[in-house]
C-alpha cells in the first residue's frame, strides 16, 4: 500500500529537549516536504526536499532543520524545541513532474512545554 | 507572493442537499490546482488535481472547476452526505515550482443527518 508513515502521531516534550520526527515514503518520490498545521493560519511548509542531499527552506523555516540522506526518509528535527513550536506537523511526498498528486502522512501532533 | 482564500469558512447543510465550495488564488500562474479532505486528526487525502490547462474534473459526488484566468475554483459536491463532514483544503502548484503546494485554510463542513 502507498503511504507515507510518521513517527511518533503524538508527542509532548519540555523547552529545549532536542527531538526527531520521521517520515517515511514507500512510493520513491523524489519530492518530500514539511508541514506544520495551526488553527487560523492553515497549512505552512517549514522545508522540503527536491531529492536526495537537496534541500531547502520554505516559509516557516526558523527553528527547524532537515537531512534527506536516502529517498525514501526524510526527518524533521528540532534543535532546541520552544512553545511556538506546538502545532500539527504533517509530511507529503510526491514525484517531482507536474500534475502529480501529493500523498500525505497522518500527522504528528507535537506539544512543547 | 500567492494567496489562497476559502470561502465559507465553515458550511453546515442537511443530509441530501448539493453544495459548492470556493477557492480563489491570486496568481494565475499556476500549475494545478488540487483539493484535498481532511478528517479530525488525520492526515490530507487528495480529492481531485486539475491541471492548469483543464476547466473541470469529476471523480464520483464531486466536480471541480477550474477558472485560471479570474483564480477561481469550485468543488461541488452532490447530494451530500454526513460521511462528507471533514475539512477542504484547496492548493496551488505555481509554475515557478510547481512541487510546492500553497494552501487555503480550509471550509469545515458539516452534514447532518
Known amino acids: 500500500e502507498a503511504q507515507v508513515t510518521q513517527n511518533p502521531r503524538y508527542l509532548i516534550t519540555v523547552t529545549g529537549k532536542k527531538l526527531t520526527v520521521t517520515c517515511s515514503q514507500n512510493?520513491?518520490?523524489?519530492?518530500m516536504s514539511w508541514y506544520r498545521q495551526d488553527p487560523g493560519l492553515g497549512l505552512r511548509q517549514i522545508y522540503y526536499?527536491?531529492?536526495?542531499?537537496?534541500?531547502d527552506k520554505g516559509d516557516v523555516p526558523e527553528g527547524y532543520k532537515v537531512s534527506r540522506k536516502e529517498k525514501r526518509n526524510f526527518p524533521l528535527i528540532l534543535e532546541s524545541p520552544s512553545p511556538n513550536q506546538t502545532s500539527l506537523y504533517f509530511c507529503?511526498?510526491?514525484?517531482?513532474?507536474?500534475?502529480?498528486?501529493?500523498?500525505f502522512g497522518q500527522g504528528t501532533r507535537l506539544t512543547v512545554v | 507572493k500567492q494567496e489562497v482564500t476559502q470561502i465559507p469558512a465553515a458550511l453546515s447543510v442537511p443530509e441530501g442537499e448539493n453544495l459548492v465550495l470556493n477557492c480563489s488564488f491570486t496568481?494565475?500562474?499556476?500549475?494545478?490546482l488540487q483539493w484535498f479532505r481532511q478528517d479530525p486528526g488525520k492526515g490530507l487525502t487528495s480529492l481531485l488535481l486539475?491541471?492548469?490547462?483543464?476547466r473541470e474534473q469529476t471523480s464520483g459526488r464531486l466536480n471541480a472547476s477550474l477558472d485560471k484566468s479570474s483564480g477561481r475554483s469550485t468543488l461541488y459536491i452532490a447530494a451530500s452526505q454526513p460521511g462528507d463532514s471533514a475539512t477542504y483544503l484547496c492548493?496551488?502548484?505555481?509554475?515557478?515550482?510547481?512541487?510546492?503546494?500553497?494552501f487555503g485554510k480550509g471550509t469545515m463542513l458539516l452534514v447532518s443527518p
Open positions: 507529503a511526498s510526491r514525484r517531482n513532474q507536474p500534475n502529480t498528486e501529493a500523498f
Open positions: 512510493m520513491n518520490h523524489e519530492y
Open positions: 526536499s527536491m531529492n536526495v542531499e537537496v534541500t
Open positions: 496568481d494565475s500562474a499556476i500549475y494545478n
Open positions: 486539475i491541471q492548469s490547462s483543464q
Open positions: 492548493a496551488v502548484s505555481l509554475n515557478s515550482g510547481y512541487s510546492t503546494l500553497t
